[in-house]
Each structure stands twice: as structure tokens, then as C-alpha cells.
């Protein structure tokens, strides 16, 4: 298993649950809002 994709409603605690999942897993945790936003959550 190289990757996981958690999805859910807002709030359900996908966040949450893929952290914890990294660190059961070793699979690194990249969030889709990190690699959407930039600071000041301005669009890429």
C-alpha cells in the first residue's frame, strides 16, 4: 500500500483519522487543502 485516500463530509474527522493513519501506516499525510491554498488561503 503506497497511498490512501480519506474522503467525507466536512467536520466527520478525515483529518483526524488520516494522521493517525499515517502513523499506524508510515505513509506520509499530505492534505489536499495544503496543496490547494496558500497562505492566507489564497488559490495556487
Given at each position: 500500500?503506497?497511498?490512501?485516500l480519506v474522503m467525507?463530509?466536512?467536520?466527520?474527522?478525515?483529518?483526524?483519522?488520516?494522521?493517525?493513519?499515517?502513523?499506524?501506516?508510515?505513509?506520509?499525510?499530505?492534505s489536499r487543502d495544503?496543496?490547494?491554498?496558500?497562505?492566507?488561503?489564497?488559490?495556487?
Open positions: 500500500m503506497q497511498r490512501v467525507g463530509s466536512s467536520g466527520s474527522g478525515k483529518s483526524t483519522f488520516a494522521r493517525r493513519l499515517s502513523e499506524i501506516t508510515s505513509i506520509p499525510f499530505v495544503a496543496l490547494h491554498w496558500k497562505p492566507g488561503w489564497s488559490n495556487r
